[in-house]
C-alpha cells in the first residue's frame, strides 16, 4: 500500500492521487493500486516555519507514523518544500520516504547532458532551502526567474490554486515560463506541487508541451510509486 503525506497543499495531494489513478487505469476497482490519502492539512506552513524547525518535523513525523502504523510499503510527500525536513525525517521512519528532488534529479539526468541549463519554477521557500540545488549543482546550471517575477508570477500563480482559481493562476504563470523559455532551458521543473495544476490545465502552454521541456514532479513521483508499488 502507497502513503500519501498530503495537505502541503491539499489541491497537490489530490492532484497526485488522481495522477496515480491515471496511470494504472483498471477495468475493475480491484486493477487500482491501494493507496491512503491522509490529508495533514494542519502541518505547519513550510515557507514561515524554516527557521522553526522542529515544528514542522513534529508534525510530519506525526503523520508519517499513521501512514507506518497503517501498513504502508513506503511515502510519498507531494510537496516539494517539505523535502527541507526528509533526512530528519527519514531518520524516524521505519519505511522509505521517496525524495522527489532526487527523483526529479535522476529523470533529468538520464535525459539532459552534463552542464545543460535547468529551469525551475518553485515556491521561495523552495528557492531559499535549496532542496533542488543539493542534487542539481555539481550537474547543472539552475537557473530561476528574476526577483519581481516571482513575486508577480510564481507567488501568484500558486496562491491561486491553493484558492480553486486555476484559470488565472495559468495566467499569473505565463510570464515566468517565457523567460525560462527564452534562456533557453534544456528543462523547467514545475518545483511546487500547484504549478502543474496551473499549467496542464489549459491549452496556453501547447508548443512548450510539445517540445516535453516541463518537468511534473508530482507526475514523475506518482510513476515511480506505481513501479515500487507493482514490485511488492
Known amino acids: 500500500m502507497i502513503g500519501i503525506l498530503g495537505g502541503m497543499g491539499t489541491q497537490a495531494g489530490l492532484d497526485f492521487c488522481n495522477k496515480l489513478a491515471l496511470l494504472n487505469r483498471g477495468k475493475t476497482d480491484q486493477q487500482y493500486p491501494l493507496f491512503i490519502l491522509y490529508n495533514k492539512s494542519n502541518i505547519p506552513k513550510r515557507p514561515e516555519n524554516i527557521k522553526?524547525?522542529?515544528?514542522?518535523?513534529?508534525s510530519l513525523i506525526k503523520g508519517s507514523l499513521m501512514l507506518q502504523k497503517n501498513n504502508c510499503?513506503?511515502?510519498?510527500?507531494?510537496?516539494?518544500t517539505a523535502h527541507y525536513w526528509h533526512e530528519d525525517l527519514q531518520k524516524k521512519i521505519k519505511?522509505?520516504?521517496l525524495s522527489m528532488p532526487k527523483e526529479v534529479y535522476l529523470h533529468t539526468k538520464k535525459n539532459c547532458k552534463k552542464n545543460s541549463k535547468i529551469g525551475i519554477l518553485c515556491t521561495e521557500a523552495t528557492l531559499k532551502t535549496g532542496v533542488y540545488n543539493k542534487y542539481f549543482n555539481k550537474s547543472y546550471k539552475l537557473v530561476s526567474p528574476t526577483k519581481s517575477l516571482q513575486k508577480i508570477s510564481v507567488n501568484k500563480a500558486i496562491k491561486f490554486v491553493k484558492m480553486g482559481k486555476i484559470k488565472l493562476a495559468e495566467k499569473a504563470i505565463r510570464p515566468a515560463v517565457n523567460e525560462l523559455v527564452k534562456m533557453k532551458c534544456k528543462k523547467i521543473i514545475l518545483g511546487c506541487t500547484e504549478l502543474p495544476i496551473a499549467i496542464f490545465a489549459y491549452k496556453s502552454f501547447k508548443k512548450i508541451k510539445k517540445s516535453k521541456v516541463f518537468i511534473d514532479p508530482n507526475l514523475l513521483l506518482a510513476n515511480i510509486s506505481m513501479k515500487k508499488y507493482l514490485r511488492k
Not at 510499503?73 to 516539494?80: G, L
Request: hydrophobic share 45%.
Open 73 to 80: 510499503k513506503f511515502i510519498v510527500i507531494p510537496c516539494n
Open 95 to 97: 519505511i522509505p520516504i
Open 52 to 58: 522553526k524547525y522542529y515544528n514542522v518535523l513534529k
